[in-house]
């Protein structure tokens, strides 16, 4: 008689064994007790050794990790983490001017108040000067 399916998938699988000595491999250990860390977790241990050179990569991950990766390969893993590097450093865009632009209030009309254009124009004055803002109005007027 042969085995019902679920006897079949009861077979004894070594899972993956979390070891805190492994941590900066991403802590993984596979059924052999070699740890298992993927290539570019490798090269991001060796950027975060402060290693640069492509050749310098190369050799750490080879002494450390035992993986061979090719250079086109590490230059790949270098520069995603570089680029993610600069998303996350790049500050959010802020108001040219220390406070926030207030938010434009209209009349029932749809115009605007006329205290607000003129505390709009304030800024363009200081500028730019009086005589040239007039010149602005006429070529726009």
Known sequence: MAPSRAQKNTKSQTAPVVDDAQADGGGVIDGNGSPAI???????NALGEG??????????????????????????????????AEKKSDPKRKPRS????????????????????????????????????KRLVDLLG
């Open 38 to 44: 993927s290539k570019a977790q490798a090269v991001r």
């Open 51 to 84: 290693l640069e050179d492509l050749g310098d990569i190369e050799g750490f991950v080879k002494s450390r990790h035992g993986i061979d990766i090719p250079r086109q390969m590490i230059s790949a893993y270098k520069a995603m983490e570089k680029k993610r």
């Open 98 to 133: 220390g406070e926030p632009a207030a938010p434009r209030k209209s009349l029932r009309s749809g115009e605007m108040d006329v205290l607000e254009v003129l505390e709009a124009m304030k800024p363009l004055v200081e500028a730019f000067g009086a005589e040239k803002v």
